[in-house]
């Protein structure tokens, strides 16, 4: 759990920033705006992130070699793709955010066609004039608290999952179970370490990632848990991936409708989180 401090800044903030998204109302799709605010989202908590443990490791250490250097970071970002590198620019701001972004999937493999999924330079859903207003108003708000950790993480993300899916029209919401939902299933379940857990309708990821802290409340160690889950939506099993990456969440997540096509039939599982049997979960 989180302390209420901590919780009170996390929300305050994303109360702030979700208010900043409604420049992308009117212009977009509920899907499109889902996908572009969602990856620009992923962009900044990990280039805030990064920024933060390069400050610390230069506070701790004194050189800037060794602030930079794979040691210090959870992931790897590029001279001049950071954030606030690209806060700077006036002029392109898609071409930089695009190239910022290609870059860090490039050094980083786990990251490819989740962080760069989308075109910022495509103007026919989003003028770059708009694109650039956003971005601004997102750079005025540091996403990472002092204390955060990956719980901490990613719940800002889940926030914004909640909010959009909460908002969103009918049927987009299927992808989406409510996280308290979530926590009396696995609490009933009952996860141990060292067992295979399948979702084959896993949505954004969050039984998979309540069983984690389940084990972890439980003083087990998730990390010797062994995570699976299909998704039949492209977008909705990215955003997953995202989720389940910004908690240190290790899972397999594979497209695919599991009524036609099931994967993992040769993996023994624990148990299935599986409440509908084509749409999403969690």
């Given at each position: 759990?989180?302390?209420?401090?901590?919780?009170?800044?996390?929300?305050?903030?994303?109360?702030?920033?979700?208010?900043?998204?409604?420049?992308?109302?009117?212009?977009?799709?509920?899907?499109?705006?889902?996908?572009?605010?969602?990856?620009?989202?992923?962009?900044?908590?990990?280039?805030?992130?990064?920024?933060?443990?390069?400050?610390?490791?230069?506070?701790?250490?004194?050189?800037?070699?060794?602030?930079?250097?794979?040691?210090?970071?959870?992931?790897?970002?590029?001279?001049?793709?950071?954030?606030?590198?690209?806060?700077?620019?006036?002029?392109?701001?898609?071409?930089?955010?695009?190239?910022?972004?290609?870059?860090?999937?490039?050094?980083?493999?786990?990251?490819?066609?989740?962080?760069?999924?989308?075109?910022?330079?495509?103007?026919?859903?989003?003028?770059?004039?708009y694109l650039s207003q956003v971005f601004q108003l997102i750079s005025q708000i540091d996403l990472i608290t002092d204390e955060y950790t990956p719980e901490i993480f990613g719940q800002n993300f889940e926030l914004f999952i909640k909010k959009?899916?909460?908002?969103?029209?009918?049927?987009?919401?299927?992808?989406?179970?409510?996280?308290?939902?979530?926590?009396?299933?696995?609490?009933?379940?009952?996860?141990?370490?060292?067992?295979?857990?399948?979702?084959?309708?896993?949505?954004?990821?969050?039984?998979?990632?309540?069983?984690?802290?389940?084990?972890?409340?439980?003083l087990g160690d998730p990390k010797m848990l062994y995570l699976f889950g299909q998704e039949i939506n492209e977008d909705i099993s990215a955003i997953a991936k995202i989720?389940?990456?910004?908690?240190?969440?290790?899972?397999?997540?594979?497209?695919?409708?599991?009524?036609?096509?099931?994967?993992?039939?040769?993996?023994?599982?624990?148990?299935?989180?599986?409440?509908?049997?084509?749409?999403?979960?969690?």
């Amino acid at each position: 759990m989180l302390n209420n401090n901590v919780d009170k800044v996390i929300n305050s903030r994303y109360t702030w920033l979700w208010k900043s998204a409604d420049f992308f109302r009117g212009m977009l799709t509920d899907e499109d705006f889902r996908d572009y605010f969602f990856q620009l989202l992923f962009y900044k908590l990990l280039s805030d992130k990064y920024r933060k443990e390069y400050d610390l490791a230069l506070q701790e250490f004194g050189d800037e070699k060794v602030a930079k250097d794979k040691i210090s970071h959870w992931i790897n970002i590029p001279d001049g793709c950071l954030w606030d590198d690209i806060q700077l620019t006036r002029d392109g701001v898609g071409r930089r955010i695009n190239f910022a972004v290609n870059e860090i999937a490039r050094m980083n493999p786990r990251l490819y066609n989740l962080i760069n999924k989308i075109d910022f330079t495509n103007q026919k859903y989003l003028s770059e004039d708009y694109l650039s207003q956003v971005f601004q108003l997102i750079s005025q708000i540091d996403l990472i608290t002092d204390e955060y950790t990956p719980e901490i993480f990613g719940q800002n993300f889940e926030l914004f999952i909640k909010k959009y899916m909460v908002e969103a029209p009918a049927g987009v919401a299927e992808f989406y179970t409510p996280r308290e939902v979530v926590q009396i299933l696995v609490s009933c379940l009952q996860p141990e370490e060292g067992l295979e857990i399948y979702d084959p309708s896993c949505g954004t990821g969050g039984m998979l990632i309540e069983s984690c802290y389940y084990v972890k409340r439980k003083l087990g160690d998730p990390k010797m848990l062994y995570l699976f889950g299909q998704e039949i939506n492209e977008d909705i099993s990215a955003i997953a991936k995202i989720n389940l990456f910004l908690h240190d969440v290790n899972a397999e997540i594979i497209l695919g409708d599991t009524l036609v096509n099931p994967k993992f039939l040769d993996n023994p599982v624990y148990y299935s989180g599986n409440h509908s049997p084509r749409s999403a979960s969690a």
